[in-house]
């Protein structure tokens, strides 16, 4: 049974919202002003047709969007979209109660992401493989992708094939692929256990395909050619389906951004640091201390650092920051601090950051609501907020990152 809605709003996913009497709906791939007609249950809504549209509303670039759960605002004209993705940074400073300027959005470019996670599995045919539908574990299996890099999309029939190798694979899996400076990178995940024979055939398929590697989950199948990383002039080899930031230009723009910041410390910590993205650049001019608690990506950063030159000192120390941050007397030792959490931030950090004296700071995040409760333990810390600039790395999906800045005047001793 179909109602009539008009949508009011965006939600934080991008769902447009209509207000009823009993509460508010949620309807994918609708847009503020619309009227539409669609199926309710409960507090979501299936679009079943726009009666009256947006003037925001744009032809979508894929065939599959609708279907397909990777994208959720093809259909909003560029410049509105751009101001929603700002706007969700906005509102979570302001809900914290911080007043600062947030800068424009840096926008992400289609056919860009060097880093993709698609799901498969195998049918009697073969297999299909994609992005599974919105709230689904149903696959849409696709034959282009307009947010991934033209390598990755025109290897999607080599994946499919790839995804039929796994026979023991009962149930549907992932597939990692990330474009490295030595061909793809692939890692299987959610595979089950694979015989002798299995390995040898997709040591095979891989060679072949002239894959640089190809794993399942940790383990290296087969490594023709070490997969490269460029983190600035130095190259690392990433750990299978390791944390790797999707867009190479989100990545740069990132790190321009701590680069001018902390450019007058001497000596920086670099806390979440992965394979040393910020680490190994900031590592020019400054030495570095890596903090991190992934051993494969501590040990690929190590080795970048050992392996580069004109580099100063990096150290390394492996630590769970969530279960014990680096205290603030071992911060003390620092001119800059920069922090890239995952989605659940860094608030045990951020409280010992907050008590430190360290004069520059720079908080990277990829969730608007935990990086505005940590920089709000930071400003009551004493601590001043000079930017916060957002960065779509992502298109056309709900998720934005931000680089924050912050600086603390030294206290008189």
């Known amino acids: 049974m179909s109602t009539r809605f008009t949508i009011s709003r965006l939600g934080a996913q991008g769902d447009g919202i209509a207000q009823t009497e009993t509460g508010a709906v949620f309807i994918p791939f609708t847009l503020p002003g619309e009227t539409v007609t669609a199926a309710r249950e409960k507090d979501r809504a299936t679009l079943i047709a726009v009666l009256e549209p947006s003037p925001q509303r744009v032809d979508p670039v894929c065939r599959y969007f609708g279907e397909c759960g990777g994208c959720a605002l093809q259909h909003l004209e560029e410049g509105a979209y751009r101001a929603w993705k700002r706007e969700k940074v906005v509102d979570a400073l302001r809900a914290k109660s911080i007043d600062t300027t947030v800068g424009d959005l840096i926008p992400c470019p289609p056919r860009s992401r060097r880093r993709a996670v698609f799901s498969a599995r195998r049918t009697i045919n073969g297999a299909v493989l ?75 398929f891989a060679l072949s395909k002239r894959l640089a590697r190809l794993s399942i989950d940790d383990e290296i199948i087969v490594e023709p050619s070490k997969p490269v990383i460029h983190f600035g002039d130095t190259s690392v ?42 680490a190994l650049r900031l590592a020019r001019k400054s030495e570095v201390l890596a903090v991190e608690g992934d051993a ?110 912050l600086e603390k005047p030294k206290r008189r001793r």
């Open 130 to 204: 994609g992005y599974n539908r919105a709230l689904s574990h149903h696959i849409i299996d696709i034959e282009e992708c307009p947010v991934v890099l033209p390598e990755i999309e025109s290897a999607l029939p080599m994946l499919r094939d790839l995804a039929a190798q796994f026979e023991e694979a009962t149930q549907a899996f992932h597939l990692t692929v990330t474009r490295t400076a030595s061909g793809l990178d692939v890692c299987a995940s959610g595979v089950g256990k694979i015989t002798d024979k299995r390995r040898g055939a997709l040591s095979a």
């Open 237 to 278: 080899t990433p750990p299978p389906g390791s944390f790797l930031q999707a867009v190479a230009e989100a990545e740069n723009a990132m790190v321009e951004l701590v680069l001018q910041h902390i450019q007058r410390a001497k000596k920086v910590a670099d806390l979440f640091a992965g394979a040393g993205a910020f």
């Open 296 to 405: 494969a990506a501590l040990a690929a950063l190590d080795r970048g650092f050992r392996f580069a030159s004109g580099l100063k000192r990096v150290t390394t120390e492996r630590r769970d920051l969530h279960r014990r941050p680096l205290m603030f007397k071992e911060l003390n030792a620092f001119d800059g601090v920069v922090f890239d959490p995952p989605r659940a931030g860094a608030e045990d950090q951020s409280k010992q950051i907050a008590r430190s004296d360290v004069p520059f700071v720079a908080a990277v995040s990829c969730n608007p609501l935990t990086l505005a409760r940590d920089l709000r333990i930071l400003i009551d810390g004493g601590y001043r907020l000079t930017s916060v600039t957002p960065i779509d790395q992502f298109l056309w999906s709900p998720h934005v990152e931000a680089v924050a800045l």
